[in-house]
């Protein structure tokens, strides 16, 4: 009875941990420290919480725009899209990265696209590929969510390569539950990518992209 247990817990545990493995597999090869990171036109930088008070972007927020201001100052890439919650619970998320983008990193107002209908991973991703049209690109985000980030992404026909954001300020008790957050997050991810699943939200699609990196 107790190796039947045993071997019911591991099959359990293999199951579980399927998606995770995909996930990490598929981008192996895909995920590049930014002084590493290829060139493309486009850095897609995917939103997350904003700070206490509902302007400033918090650590990891911060860390994934420096990372991408870093991208576009050292010529690796031409035009940013920042795509999140524009009505997330911790505050409009595209408003936050833009305003940081443009004021305290300097970035060119001209250079940033903001799709405040990224309301998760995989509906960041497929917005970019249909309304704003980019079919590759650099993806930052932090390293715990880029394999993800990244699976998705080229799972969609986005041609992706993922860049590690800085992480200043990330506790280790933080990244330990974002590791364990996203390791079952990769099973909602494989889910939506076989199903092919809309968008919460459609637009019609816009060159304002294409624009920026003209």
Not at 155 to 174: H, K, N, P, S, W
Not at 183 to 191: E, I, L, N, R, V
Request: with cysteine; charged share 20%.
């Amino acid at each position: 009875m107790r190796r039947r247990l045993i071997l019911a817990v591991g099959a359990v545990v293999v199951l579980v941990s399927l998606p995770w493995l995909w996930t990490t597999g598929a981008a192996w090869g895909h995920v590049h420290d930014a002084g590493d990171a290829p060139e493309a036109d486009v850095v897609i930088v995917l939103g997350t919480q904003v700070g206490a008070d509902r302007h400033t972007p918090e650590a990891r927020l911060a860390g994934r725009l420096r990372t991408a201001s870093e991208l576009v100052t050292s010529g690796r890439a031409r035009a940013i899209l920042v795509s999140g919650d524009g009505g997330g619970e911790s505050g409009d998320e595209t408003a936050s990265m833009t305003g940081y983008l443009t004021g305290e990193l300097g970035i060119d107002p001209a250079r940033v696209v903001a799709d405040p209908y990224g309301l998760d991973t995989y509906d960041s991703c497929r917005r970019a590929r249909d309304v704003y049209g980019v079919r590759s690109a650099l993806i930052v985000t932090q390293a715990y969510h880029l394999p993800r980030a990244v699976t998705v992404c080229r799972q969609l026909d986005v041609d992706v390569e993922g860049v590690r954001a800085d992480c200043t300020g990330c506790g280790a008790r933080l990244l330990a539950g974002k590791w364990v957050r996203d390791y079952f997050a990769s099973g909602k991810a494989a889910w939506d990518v076989l199903r092919g699943r809309a968008p919460a939200v459609t637009s019609p699609a816009t060159t304002a992209l294409t624009d920026a990196a003209g």
